[in-house]
């Protein structure tokens, strides 16, 4: 009897034309039968095989012929396609599972033989006895199989069932960096990392991620992700060093980059590297105003430098000419050093923003008295 079946659950009635078709072929199957000639009896079970119309009538002659093509006329290729429709309609038909795993093997047809094993292994109650008999498949695939995608699809039903799987996260790594499949092998490097604990091996391990984020799939987020990280097992490493500095730039991480070389105390390098990208054409008016100040800040408080300071405001006041901040923060330079020509243009924003009266009379007179005094 068949097992499991899925019974249609509207099923249609026999024509009286195929009702007596079903019994003339009773009557021949019987004639064939006793007269032993078992291919054309084999050929008659299957006709009335696709005549009948309860699934689990069909499973029977199906496998039937299944059996007899094995027993009698040794025809495997045949046996095959009966025991595979069988399983279309049964997927949990033991006997079919059994049959077809013996005639796979024969004829080293290690593809559908695991395709079968898995549907056997499917069957099984003990979880943990089902992910040991997926794991071995898996392994099998690994030797006997050239379709990276099988092996794939097997190492993925055991990380599944055990995300930290040593061996799945190891041969899933391999088989998506043969296959260039990038994202998944990141996400595979991912969890192998959290599971790593020996320096040398981390280190290589998050170096390959970082590359594969950074050159790979464009995810910035990502590589700085890994590189960060690296940098914590070592700090010395110069290309992730150089990766990080470029990636901050790269997504206009401008406080990561300032934390990244004050760590360091290198202010000369930051500096330099703000100067550059406010004076790129790539980098936008509003890009050039926030790293114009953020220069501002660095010449005067790590390195005393008021000139260079003004510098920066004045870059900001070319692009912005109306900037109240950077107006302000000139003021004292322009009066320390004496200025009386930009400090009268900087009064001149500033009083544009002011609104209280009595501060405005104030500059108002400031302003005066520089240009009858000194201008």
């Not at 590189?227 to 206009?252: H, I, M, S």
């Not at 105390?265 to 930051?270: A, I, P, T, V």
């Not at 050093?337 to 243009?345: E, I, P």
């Amino acid at each position: 009897m068949a097992e499991d079946n899925n019974p249609q659950s509207e099923r249609r009635e026999l024509t009286a034309e195929e009702q007596a078709q079903l019994e003339e072929l009773d009557k021949t199957l019987e004639r064939l039968e006793s007269q032993k000639k078992w291919s054309e009896y084999i050929r008659k079970l299957i006709e009335k095989a696709n005549l009948v119309v309860d699934p689990e009538e069909t499973i029977d002659l199906l496998t039937k012929a299944g059996a007899l093509y094995v027993d009698r006329s040794a025809n495997q290729a045949e046996a095959i396609k009966c025991y595979e429709r069988v399983l279309e309609l049964s997927p949990t038909h033991r006997e079919a599972i059994g049959r077809l795993k013996e005639m796979y093997e024969k004829r080293r047809d290690w593809e559908h033989w695991i395709q079968v094993c898995l549907k056997e292994a499917d069957l099984l109650e003990d979880e943990g006895e089902k992910l040991m008999q997926i794991e071995s498949l898996a392994e099998m695939a690994n030797d006997k199989v050239r379709k990276p995608q099988v092996c794939i699809e097997l190492w993925q039903r055991v990380l599944d069932g055990d995300p930290t799987n040593p061996k799945a996260l190891a041969a899933l790594a391999s088989l998506y960096e043969r296959a260039r499949d990038w994202e998944p092998l990141a996400a595979v490097l991912e969890k192998l990392i959290d599971e790593t604990h020996d320096a040398g091996d981390l280190k290589q391990k998050l170096q390959t991620l970082g590359n594969l984020y950074s050159d790979k799939i464009n995810n910035n987020d990502g590589a700085v992700r890994a590189f960060t990280r690296l940098l914590e097992v070592d700090p010395n490493d110069k290309r992730a060093l150089e990766k990080l500095k470029g990636l901050y730039v790269a997504t206009q991480a401008w406080d990561k980059l300032e934390e990244f070389y004050a760590s360091q105390g290198k202010w000369d390098e930051l500096i330099n590297v703000f100067e550059r990208q406010a004076k790129s054409s790539d980098s936008s008016n509003e890009v050039q105003v926030d790293l114009n100040f953020r220069l501002a800040r660095l010449w005067l408080d790590k390195k005393e430098k008021p000139d260079r300071a003004a510098r920066a405001y004045e870059a900001i006041l070319g692009i912005d000419e109306e900037n109240l901040e950077a107006a302000e923060a000139l003021s004292p330079i322009y009066e320390a050093s004496g200025d009386a020509q930009n400090l009268v243009r900087v009064y001149e924003v500033r009083l544009k923003h002011m609104e209280e009266p009595a501060d405005r009379v104030a500059l108002l007179r400031e302003t005066g008295l520089l240009y009858e005094g000194k201008l």
